[in-house]
């Protein structure tokens, strides 16, 4: 199960169990698109679920909604990365330390984890994110500032929006 709603960018997606988010689905034009993208991924439809995923759930779209309206995120929400590797985990983790407005490298952020050369392994994990904007992988990219490697609708065009969305109304 998961809920879909409409913002500001077009109809997004999240799916959560009572341990946290597990799934969200960035902007898709129709509501039929966030559905479908919601049911295609492994693991989009938790089986854990009772009243504290449904909150989970609807916190998690107003605060996506309030992003993409405003390119604020303060996520305070739990994550559910339930079968995730501990690579995968430890890329997610230096994601999300990445100031909103900011881009490093894939090559950068395997140095900050610790593997220098696994940049390559850093982006298959980041492809793997189930849970983007709350872990910003748009915030990672290609070698001289390259927009490279967006698995979500809109590929890296809505990458590169979402970087100048955050840029737009980033304030120190």
């Keep these: 199960m998961s809920v879909v709603a409409k913002t500001d960018w077009g109809w997004i997606g999240v799916a959560a169990t009572d341990r946290g988010i597990a799934r969200i689905a960035l902007p898709c034009r129709r509501r039929a698109d966030a559905l479908s993208e919601m049911s295609s991924t492994p693991g989009s439809s938790p089986r854990v679920r009772g009243d ?32 995730a590797t501990d690579f995968e985990k430890k890329v997610w983790r230096a994601a999300r330390e990445i100031p909103r407005g900011s881009v490093v490298t894939y090559g950068e952020l395997a140095r900050r984890i610790g593997q220098p050369g696994a940049a390559r392994a850093v982006g298959r994990a980041l492809g793997r994110n189930p849970v983007p904007v709350a872990v910003p992988c748009h915030r990672i990219v290609g070698a001289n500032g390259r927009l490279t490697g967006f698995s979500a609708p809109g590929g890296v065009e809505l990458k590169a929006r979402l970087i100048s969305h955050e840029r737009a109304h980033w304030r120190e």
Excluded at 57 to 69: H, M, N, P
Aim: overall charge neutral; aromatic content about 10%.
């Design 52 to 83: 504290a995923s449904v909150r989970l759930e609807k916190k998690a779209i107003s605060l996506l909604a309030d992003y993409f309206r405003t390119g604020r995120m303060d996520w305070n929400l739990p994550l559910d990365l339930d079968g």
